[in-house]
Nanobody, 121 residues
Framework: QLQAFGGGLVQAGDSLRLSCAAS????????MGWFRQAPGKEREFVAV????????SYADSVKGRFTISRDNAKNTVYLQMNSLKPEDTAVYYC????????????????WGKGTQVTVSS
């Protein structure tokens, strides 16, 4: 199971860190990703990190502002979000994949419940 938390209401320019805790003993066997879905829009890729954490990939819209990381000893993946913008407002989901560095919704095998991030202008 995956559980994302850490969302909230912030102002533009603020920072927020999301966490996603995974249960089970196979966390390090999965690449982990963050996705988001704004009202009326499709779920979109945000960032992904490989099993060991050595590889990462980001959506162009968040590159340079967001950082994904993981702690396999704690079965947790993080998303540090800096310089938040109103357009970052969405429900953020963490997900796990058996692929090396997935970048699409369809590539993910397991999904957690989302956490709401709202950025006011």
């Amino acid at each position: 199971q995956l559980q994302a938390f850490g969302g909230g209401l912030v102002q533009a320019g603020d920072s927020l860190r999301l966490s996603c805790a995974a249960s089970g003993r196979t966390f390090s066997s999965y690449a982990m990703g963050w996705f988001r879905q704004a009202p009326g829009k499709e779920r979109e890729f945000v960032a992904v990190i490989s099993r060991s954490g050595s590889l990462t990939s980001y959506a162009d819209s968040v590159k340079g502002r967001f950082t994904i990381s993981r702690d396999n000893a704690k079965n947790t993946v993080y998303l540090q979000m800096n310089s938040l913008k109103p357009e970052d407002t969405a429900v953020y989901y963490c997900a796990a994949s058996r692929l090396v560095l997935p970048g699409t919704v369809d590539a993910m095998n397991y999904w957690g419940k989302g956490t709401q991030v709202t950025v006011s202008s």
